[in-house]
């Protein structure tokens, strides 16, 4: 039995083993990919802070007639040393100094640091003719072996006697004794994090599934959120009033972070704003308002919903360890470098069993 199971931890780590290191190296370089990016093109990623940013509609005005495109999302930063992000019609993007207008650099997103990186992380790049990623399932599969190579190491741990004495590493050990006491115990002692952390990878790719486990665990149901009536636009060509329509979300959520703007890609589209509420992990609350009129056409409190919900919502912010200052993103680092260390070593142990 244990020589049966031995081997299938092995064929699982064969069959995923250059993936899972791919995904092991993409996943703790998104972790810092971003300061990456300003540390090494500061031209192109910050500016210099100034008494207050333009209002938002003289600043999308000058971007759409500098790039004569209209803009489809504003993302503006909560830091006044960095740029705000624009993404246009013809779905490019352009980094703009907030206090000028100025458009520092225009981009396809997945030619940055971050946005590579993470495309390689998500779908390995590929994308087909009609601008789908199959290899997403294949990423999630991989996720998935992971989480199996994951429990059945901790059954071959756990099922001998004297499992606690084998969590003893004996720094002066032989370099392949300590090698298999670091992966033996390092599994033990990461089971849970890297499983969550594989988990909620895969609820990026798998939304039903690994929703349908989360409410079976939690015993809830994952709300959905509303979506706001289509408008009925004007007969004649009216502007869109941004800043107004911005400064009525305000009264619905007075103590929100703004965190990004959604302007109309149809006539029948209204403003979303994505707001971030006192009590939320991350932006997922919402207003919808007439870009014609500026009126509050529907809201959606995403701290007010059930547990379940929150939980859901909290995928996000648990994959990548932003949720609890640096020493968490550093912890995070060693997670996400840990499947690299357990791959490695793995293939270490079977090459000196088969060629001493």
């Given at each position: 039995m244990k020589l049966w199971l031995r081997r299938t931890h092995l064929l699982l780590a064969l069959v995923s083993g250059l993936f899972l290191i791919c995904l092991s190296l993409t996943g703790a370089l998104l972790i810092y990919a971003k300061d990456i990016q300003y540390l090494t093109q500061s031209d192109k990623w910050t500016v210099t802070p100034q008494a207050s940013p333009l209002a938002f509609d003289p600043l999308i005005a000058r971007v759409s007639n500098t790039t004569k495109q209209?803009?489809?999302?504003?993302?503006?930063?909560?830091?006044?040393?960095?740029?705000?992000q624009l993404q246009l019609a013809n779905n490019r993007y352009v980094s703009v100094n907030?206090?000028?207008?100025?458009?520092l650099y225009e981009y396809d997103y997945y030619s940055t640091v971050y946005g590579f990186t993470m495309a390689l992380h998500r779908w390995?790049?590929?994308?087909?003719?009609?601008?789908?990623?199959?290899?997403?399932?294949?990423?999630?599969?991989?996720?998935?072996?992971?989480?199996?190579?994951?429990?059945l190491g901790f059954y071959i741990w756990i099922k001998p006697k004297n499992r606690l004495k084998r969590l003893a590493i004996k720094p002066k050990a032989k370099f392949r004794v300590l090698m298999y006491q670091l992966h033996?115990?390092?599994?033990?002692?990461?089971?849970?994090?890297?499983?969550?952390?594989?988990?909620?990878?895969?609820?990026?790719n798998w939304q039903t599934e690994t929703k349908a486990v989360l409410e079976f665990v939690m015993q809830g149901t994952v709300e959905d959120r509303p979506k706001p009536p289509d408008l009925l636009p004007p007969s004649e060509t009216t502007p869109y009033q941004v800043q107004k329509a911005y400064n009525n979300a305000l009264t619905v959520f007075p103590e929100g972070?703004?965190?990004?703007?959604?302007?109309?890609?149809?006539?029948?589209?209204?403003?979303?704003?994505?707001?971030?509420?006192?009590?939320?992990?991350?932006?997922?609350?919402?207003?919808?308002?007439?870009?014609?009129?500026?009126?509050?056409?529907?809201?959606?409190?995403?701290?007010?919903?059930?547990?379940t919900t929150q939980t859901w919502h909290f995928k996000y912010k648990f994959h990548i360890g932003d949720f609890a200052g640096p020493i968490v993103q550093l912890l995070w680092l060693v997670f996400a470098l840990s499947p690299l260390f357990f791959t490695v070593s793995g293939f270490y142990f079977w090459y000196k069993r088969h060629f001493r």
């Open positions: 209209p803009v489809t999302l504003l993302m503006p930063e909560a830091r006044d040393d960095l740029a705000w907030p206090y000028t207008g100025d458009i390995l790049l590929y994308e087909d003719g009609d601008k789908n990623h199959p290899l997403r399932n294949w990423v999630s599969l991989c996720a998935l072996i992971l989480i199996l190579e994951i429990l033996t115990v390092l599994g033990v002692y990461l089971l849970l994090p890297l499983i969550l952390i594989a988990y909620t990878g895969m609820a990026f972070k703004l965190f990004r703007i959604y302007l109309p890609k149809k006539p029948t589209d209204n403003i979303g704003f994505r707001i971030e509420n006192p009590g939320e992990s991350h932006a997922y609350s919402w207003v919808w308002a007439n870009p014609y009129t500026a009126n509050i056409v529907a809201s959606y409190d995403a701290s007010k919903s059930s547990w």
